[in-house]
C-alpha cells in the first residue's frame, strides 16, 4: 500500500522557518515527480513547488519564491520543504504528492498519490 506522510509542521512566528518532510512507503519513487501544495482556510488547494526525480529541475509558485526550497533525496524515498521567512498569509495545511506520468507540474489533478498533510500555521 502506498503511503505518504508528511511532518515538520507547526506554529511559527512570522519571519520564521520549518522544514516539511513527506516520507514514502509501499514503493519507490525515485523516478517520479514529487510536489507539494497547501490549502488556506476557506481556499482553494494551491500549488507550492514542484521537483523533478533526478532534482534537477524546480518549480515554484510565485508567492514562494525565493523563500520556500524543494528538495528529495530518492535514497530515503523523502521530499522536503524548507520554508523560510514565512508570512501568516503561508498559514495552511500542506500537503505532498506524487507525480508518475510528468517531469514536473503544478496540476493538482496529475498527482497520483497523496499524503493526509500537516499544519503549519505561522502568528502575526
Known amino acids: 500500500q502506498v503511503q505518504l506522510v508528511e511532518s515538520g509542521g507547526g506554529l511559527v512566528q512570522a519571519g520564521g522557518s520549518l522544514r516539511l518532510s513527506c516520507a514514502g512507503s509501499?514503493?519507490?519513487?525515485?523516478?517520479?515527480?514529487m510536489g507539494w501544495f497547501r490549502r488556506a482556510p476557506g481556499k482553494e488547494r494551491e500549488f507550492v513547488a514542484t521537483?523533478?526525480?533526478?532534482?534537477?529541475?524546480?518549480v515554484y509558485a510565485d508567492s514562494v519564491e525565493g523563500r520556500f526550497r524543494i528538495s528529495r533525496d530518492n535514497a530515503k524515498n523523502t521530499v522536503y520543504l524548507q520554508i523560510n521567512n514565512l508570512r501568516p498569509e503561508d498559514t495552511a495545511v500542506y500537503y505532498c504528492?506524487?507525480?508518475?506520468?510528468?517531469?514536473?507540474?503544478?496540476?493538482?489533478?496529475?498527482?497520483?498519490?497523496w499524503g493526509p498533510g500537516t499544519q503549519v500555521t505561522v502568528s502575526s
Open positions: 504528492a506524487v507525480d508518475t506520468t510528468t517531469l514536473t507540474s503544478r496540476i493538482a489533478r496529475e498527482y497520483d498519490f
Open positions: 521537483i523533478s526525480w533526478s532534482g534537477r529541475d524546480r
Open positions: 509501499g514503493r519507490t519513487f525515485s523516478s517520479d515527480a
